[in-house]
Nanobody, 124 residues
Framework: VQLQASGGGLVQAGGSLRLSCAAS??????MGWFRQAPGKERECVAA????????YYADSVKGRFTISGDNAKNTVYLQMNTLKPEDTGVYYC????????????????????WGQGTQVTVSS
């Protein structure tokens, strides 16, 4: 199993970035993006179930970030607009491989596989 995240970088406040995560090796049922800022716990910023339903967004990113994906390709994207310095952190892609799980999308324990992380830095 492999999760390959890309798209991070340095951007000024107010700018945009698009993260991509390509997962391979098995079937997945939910995918999400988590971030970890220095000195802070890892948090879920957005997640989606392939079976449908409303995506999850952290309150801090609602209206600015959009998660989307291609189920057939096991690829998930995170479009990040109007970026703020507090969005800075390492962004990790995560995927769940259990078809029987309900998936509380915001919980890191729901995900079985993790990517290597991509750095996002927003300058003020």
């Amino acid at each position: 199993v492999q999760l390959q995240a890309s798209g991070g970088g340095l951007v000024q406040a107010g700018g945009s970035l698009r993260l991509s995560c390509a997962a391979s090796g098995r079937t997945f049922y939910a995918m999400g993006w988590f971030r970890q800022a220095p000195g802070k716990e890892r948090e879920c910023v957005a997640a989606i179930k392939w079976s449908g339903g409303r995506p999850y967004y952290a309150d801090s990113v609602k209206g600015r970030f959009t998660i989307s994906g291609d189920n057939a390709k096991n690829t998930v994207y995170l479009q990040m607009n109007t970026l703020k310095p507090e969005d800075t952190g390492v962004y990790y892609c995560a995927a769940g491989g259990d078809s029987s799980r309900y998936y509380y999308l915001s919980r890191s324990s729901e995900y079985d596989y993790w990517g290597q992380g991509t750095q996002v830095t927003v300058s003020s």
